[in-house]
C-alpha cells in the first residue's frame, strides 16, 4: 500500500535528520517484511495497475543505495515495469488505476512520478525522466483552475463518470490532500532532475512559485480546510494531513532554493500553526496527530459532491497525516537551523 511507503520513508527521514539509526531499522524492517528471498514483493499485483502500489519503490530505491542487496533492485524493477505496461489517456498520463480509466488524479502524480524519476535517474534512462516530468505538467494544464490557482482532484478524459463536469471532465472541488499529494510530488520530483535539464527543472520550479502563492491565498485560521477554497461552507473542518503537505513543500522548496527567502516567514507560522491546531502532548510525553480526513477518492458510490466529501471519517494518527507531518517538521527544522 501506498501508505506502507508514506510512513517508512518518514521514518527513514527522521533517522538522517536526527542521526538515530532506530528509525531507519524499523522502517527497513516493515519494507522487509513484504519482500522474499527472490525479492519477489509477496502481495504485489501489477495487473491492477494501480499506481498507489508505485509508491513503496521509493523506499526500495534509497535502500539499493544504501546497502547493493539485489532484493531490493528486483522489487523496485518490477514496479518500473508495471509503469512501461501501465495504461494510458491520449496525452500520455498514467491512468490513475485500471478500474478507474481514462482518469488522471492529483495523488497519483506524487505516487508514481517520484519513483519513476528515481528509478530512470539510476539506469540512465533519459526518456524515464521526460514521461515523469510530463507527468506533473499535464496535471497542471488539466487540473488547475486558471482563476484561483488550485487544482481539482481529478480529470476523466472521456467525462463519463459520474463526478466529471460533462463539459470540462473536471470533479468539482478543490481538495487539500490531492492538492498535497501534488504539492509534495513537485518538490521530490526535482531531487532526481539532473542540474543540466534545465528545460526539465524550470518548469517544475514556475509551478512551485504560482502553487504556493495559491495556496498561501487559501489559507484560513493559518492552516488549510478539506476543501480548501471553502471554510465558511456547513460542515467544513480544518483538516491536518493537506495542512502538513503544504507546510512540506513550502519549507523544502526554501531549502532546496525554489522559493525565495520572502517565503520563509509563511512557512514558520504555518508549521506553528499545523502544531498548535492539531497536534495533541500527552502525559506520556507522546503526540499524536487529529482531524485527518481518513480517506476520500472517486467513482465506485463516491460522487466527488460536497456532501461526499465531508461524509469520510475524520481521524486520529492516521499515517497519510502522520507521515507528512513528521516530514515537514524535519524540513522546518532545517530552515530554522539556516537562519
Given at each position: 500500500?501506498?501508505?506502507?511507503?508514506?510512513?517508512?520513508?518518514?521514518?527513514?527521514?527522521?533517522?538522517?535528520?536526527?542521526?538515530?539509526?532506530?528509525?531507519?531499522?524499523?522502517?527497513?524492517?516493515?519494507l522487509?517484511?513484504?519482500?522474499?528471498?527472490?525479492?519477489v514483493?509477496?502481495?504485489?499485483?501489477?495487473?491492477?495497475?494501480?499506481?498507489?502500489h508505485?509508491?513503496?519503490?521509493?523506499?526500495?530505491?534509497?535502500?539499493?543505495?544504501?546497502?547493493?542487496?539485489?532484493?531490493?533492485?528486483?522489487?523496485?524493477?518490477?514496479?518500473?515495469?508495471?509503469?512501461?505496461?501501465?495504461?494510458?489517456?491520449?496525452?500520455?498520463?498514467?491512468?490513475?488505476?485500471?478500474?478507474?480509466?481514462?482518469?488522471?488524479?492529483?495523488?497519483?502524480?506524487?505516487?508514481?512520478?517520484?519513483f519513476?524519476?528515481?528509478?530512470?535517474?539510476m539506469?540512465?534512462?533519459?526518456?524515464?525522466?521526460?514521461e515523469?516530468?510530463?507527468?506533473?505538467?499535464?496535471?497542471?494544464?488539466?487540473?488547475?483552475?486558471?482563476?484561483?490557482?488550485?487544482?481539482?482532484?481529478?480529470?476523466?478524459?472521456?467525462?463519463?463518470?459520474?463526478?466529471?463536469?460533462?463539459?470540462?471532465?473536471?470533479?468539482?472541488?478543490?481538495?487539500?490532500?490531492?492538492m498535497?499529494?501534488y504539492?509534495?510530488?513537485?518538490?521530490?520530483?526535482?531531487?532526481?532532475?539532473?542540474e543540466?535539464?534545465?528545460?526539465?527543472?524550470?518548469?517544475?520550479?514556475?509551478?512551485?512559485?504560482?502553487?504556493?502563492?495559491?495556496?498561501?491565498?487559501?489559507?484560513?485560521?493559518?492552516?488549510?480546510?478539506?476543501i480548501?477554497?471553502?471554510?465558511?461552507?456547513?460542515?467544513?473542518?480544518?483538516?491536518?494531513s493537506?495542512?502538513?503537505?503544504?507546510?512540506y513543500?513550502?519549507?523544502?522548496?526554501?531549502?532546496?532554493?525554489?522559493?525565495?527567502?520572502?517565503?520563509r516567514?509563511?512557512?514558520?507560522?504555518?508549521?506553528?500553526r499545523?502544531?498548535?491546531?492539531?497536534?495533541?502532548?500527552?502525559?506520556?510525553?507522546?503526540?499524536?496527530?487529529?482531524?485527518?480526513?481518513?480517506?476520500?477518492?472517486?467513482?465506485?458510490?463516491?460522487?466527488?459532491?460536497?456532501?461526499?466529501?465531508?461524509?469520510?471519517?475524520v481521524?486520529?494518527?492516521?499515517?497519510?497525516?502522520?507521515?507528512?507531518?513528521?516530514?515537514?517538521?524535519?524540513?522546518v527544522?532545517?530552515?530554522?537551523?539556516?537562519?
Amino acid at each position: 500500500s501506498y501508505t506502507t511507503g508514506l510512513i517508512v520513508q518518514a521514518m527513514d527521514d527522521l533517522s538522517l535528520a536526527s542521526g538515530d539509526p532506530r528509525f531507519a531499522e524499523w522502517g527497513q524492517a516493515i519494507l522487509d517484511s513484504y519482500l522474499g528471498e527472490d525479492g519477489v514483493i509477496q502481495t504485489y499485483r501489477p495487473d491492477e495497475f494501480n499506481i498507489d502500489h508505485v509508491n513503496s519503490g521509493k523506499m526500495l530505491l534509497r535502500y539499493l543505495e544504501r546497502t547493493g542487496d539485489e532484493r531490493y533492485r528486483v522489487a523496485a524493477d518490477a514496479i518500473r515495469q508495471q509503469l512501461r505496461d501501465h495504461p494510458r489517456t491520449t496525452e500520455g498520463a498514467f491512468w490513475h488505476k485500471q478500474r478507474y480509466p481514462w482518469q488522471l488524479w492529483l495523488d497519483g502524480v506524487y505516487m508514481g512520478m517520484p519513483f519513476l524519476a528515481h528509478h530512470a535517474l539510476m539506469e540512465g534512462d533519459v526518456h524515464g525522466i521526460e514521461e515523469a516530468v510530463a507527468e506533473a505538467v499535464i496535471a497542471h494544464q488539466r487540473l488547475r483552475d486558471p482563476d484561483s490557482g488550485l487544482y481539482y482532484h481529478a480529470w476523466d478524459e472521456r467525462k463519463e463518470q459520474v463526478w466529471a463536469d460533462p463539459e470540462t471532465g473536471l470533479s468539482k472541488y478543490f481538495w487539500s490532500r490531492g492538492m498535497g499529494w501534488y504539492a509534495m510530488a513537485l518538490v521530490d520530483l526535482l531531487d532526481f532532475i539532473p542540474e543540466e535539464r534545465a528545460d526539465l527543472r524550470e518548469p517544475l520550479i514556475a509551478i512551485i512559485g504560482e502553487f504556493a502563492d495559491a495556496l498561501l491565498a487559501h489559507q484560513a485560521d493559518g492552516v488549510w480546510y478539506q476543501i480548501t477554497d471553502r471554510p465558511d461552507a456547513t460542515g467544513n473542518y480544518r483538516e491536518s494531513s493537506g495542512s502538513s503537505m503544504f507546510v512540506y513543500m513550502l519549507a523544502r522548496a526554501i531549502n532546496n532554493g525554489y522559493l525565495d527567502a520572502s517565503y520563509r516567514d509563511a512557512a514558520v507560522e504555518s508549521y506553528r500553526r499545523l502544531v498548535d491546531e492539531f497536534a495533541n502532548v500527552h502525559a506520556s510525553g507522546a503526540v499524536s496527530l487529529k482531524n485527518v480526513c481518513q480517506v476520500a477518492g472517486l467513482g465506485y458510490g463516491r460522487d466527488g459532491s460536497y456532501r461526499y466529501y465531508m461524509s469520510e471519517p475524520v481521524v486520529s494518527n492516521d499515517p497519510k497525516g502522520v507521515g507528512p507531518f513528521i516530514m515537514a517538521g524535519i524540513e522546518v527544522s532545517k530552515l530554522l537551523g539556516n537562519q
